[in-house]
């Protein structure tokens, strides 16, 4: 399976993870969208980066090679499923009483 098939999966799971399981449901929240925004900013700083500079690179092979800030889309899917997910589940565990010390 190639970057691009796993960054789109992510989305639907993600969606199904907030929606269904954790029933966090902040994909339907004004805060989450503003907050993205924000997170978004950065990540695509952070992203151009170490693109730019060769700090990382991908396998143009495995990317659709439509690039953001000389960063690949596909960055932007798992950076927003993996928020989705951090959020949803911080959510899910803190209502349950859950804490970290």
Aim: charged share 10%; glycine share 4%.
């Amino acid at each position: 399976m190639s970057y691009t098939q796993l960054a789109l999966l992510s989305i639907p799971l993600v969606f199904v993870f907030d929606v269904y399981i954790t029933k966090s449901r902040i994909l339907t929240r004004k805060s989450f969208w503003n907050a993205y925004a924000i997170m978004l900013f950065f990540q695509i700083i952070t992203n151009w980066w170490l693109t730019s500079r060769g700090i990382l690179t991908y396998n143009p092979e495995v990317i659709i090679g439509v690039r953001i800030a000389s960063a690949p889309v596909e960055d932007l899917l798992f950076g927003f499923s993996m928020i989705v997910m951090v959020i949803s589940q911080w959510i899910y565990w803190g209502r349950r009483g859950v804490q970290v010390n």
